[in-house]
């Protein structure tokens, strides 16, 4: 059994399902649940109930700069002396792993969606999506990200402990967070969210994404945009989705009038059901998606919410 860690992301007092999903991806190791801060006895029973045998509180002045962040958990990694460490491919896991490998000098494998821990392999989305590598690690602690939503959380209840780890560290950091802000009040983070809801180039108007807001939000779910979309300044380069855009992985993709390019197709593929909306049949996304309904999305969207 390896020690392996896992950094607990929290949101609203609750811990993530996405890194639920990474506990699950450790299971069968002896898991070193990580939080950054005071919350981890609040949290100890969720995180005991998807495998981890240890809770340990990071502590100290870390938050004003993911350095510092990163500086405490490399002093957790060796105070516990993990072989390995998971966390969520979003855009705080993206930051801190990348940091803690320079910190560690140790090969990090990000925005994975399978992880063997005790072969230290990890399998990889290559060339947009149209071929998977797996790849082995030589390192001594290895560190893995594994994209949001690719691993379902399962449970998988265990005795556990909290443990607190007093982060040695002194500011302040080479990169200091002056204001955090909301991208759209309300939603989840598209990276992470277990719905997503996109409109192409056919919402023709950036009023328009407000019929899917409306949707998303019966969903639970986050909206994104094609690149057809963006470039026609419908919707921000920030809701992108695709080769250039940001990858998704949620359990339910909705594509709204996206034609189904292979660079869309990129950022997309790996979500577990893929519904599309397109009035022309012959749309190539049909032949990718597990469901398609062919018509308007002006008409379908709508009657679809107020079906929800
Ligand atoms: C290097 C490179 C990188 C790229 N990166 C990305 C990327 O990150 N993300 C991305 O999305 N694209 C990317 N693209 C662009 C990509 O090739 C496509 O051009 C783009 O995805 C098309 O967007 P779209 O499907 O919204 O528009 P279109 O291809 O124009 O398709 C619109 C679809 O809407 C349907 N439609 C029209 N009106 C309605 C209606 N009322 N109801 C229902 N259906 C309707 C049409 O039948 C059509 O299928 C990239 C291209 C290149 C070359």
């Known amino acids: 059994m390896a020690k392996t860690g896992v950094l607990i992301e929290i949101e609203n007092t609750k811990v993530k399902e996405t890194s639920l999903g990474v ?11 990580l939080v950054l801060g005071k919350d981890g006895p609040a949290v100890k029973d969720a995180l005991a109930e998807y495998g981890a045998a240890h809770v340990v509180s990071i502590i100290g002045d870390i938050g004003a ?37 320079v910190i560690l ?29 797996t790849l082995k690690v030589d390192a001594s602690v290895f560190l893995c990200t594994l994209r949001p ?7 998988a209840p265990c005795s556990c402990d909290v443990l607190e780890f007093a982060a040695d560290v002194t ?13 759209k009040e309300g939603g989840p983070d598209l990276t992470e969210a277990p719905v997503v809801i996109t409109g192409g180039r056919a919402i023709k108007a950036a009023e328009n994404y407000s019929m899917l807001d409306e949707c998303a939000r019966k969903l639970g779910a986050a909206v994104g945009a094609s690149r057809a979309a963006v470039d026609a300044g419908f919707a921000p380069h920030t809701m992108q989705v695709g080769q250039t855009g940001k990858t998704v ?25 893929i519904v599309a909306v397109n009035e022309d049949k012959d749309a190539p996304i049909f032949s990718k998606c597990d469901y398609g309904i062919v018509g308007d999305i002006f008409d379908v969207i709508p009657a679809l919410t107020e079906k929800l």
């Open 249 to 273: 992985s949620p359990k339910l993709y909705i594509a709204c009038g996206v034609s189904g390019a292979v660079q869309h197709f990129a950022g997309m593929k790996t979500s577990k059901v």
């Open 65 to 101: 700069s993911p350095d510092l962040t990163a500086q405490a958990l490399a002093g957790a990694v060796k105070e516990y002396q993990l072989d390995a460490l998971l966390g969520t491919a979003g855009a705080t896991g993206r930051d801190l792993f990348a940091r803690l490998a």
């Open 149 to 155: 939503n690719t691993i379902d959380p399962s449970p």
């Open 23 to 33: 506990m699950t991806a450790a299971a069968g190791q002896e898991i070193y649940a």
């Open 171 to 183: 500011g302040p950091g080479r990169v200091r967070i002056v204001e955090t802000r909301q991208a």
């Open 105 to 133: 000098d140790e090969p990090l494998v990000s925005d994975c969606v399978a992880v063997n821990i005790s072969d230290k392999t990890a399998k990889k989305s290559h060339f947009s999506g149209k071929t998977f590598a």
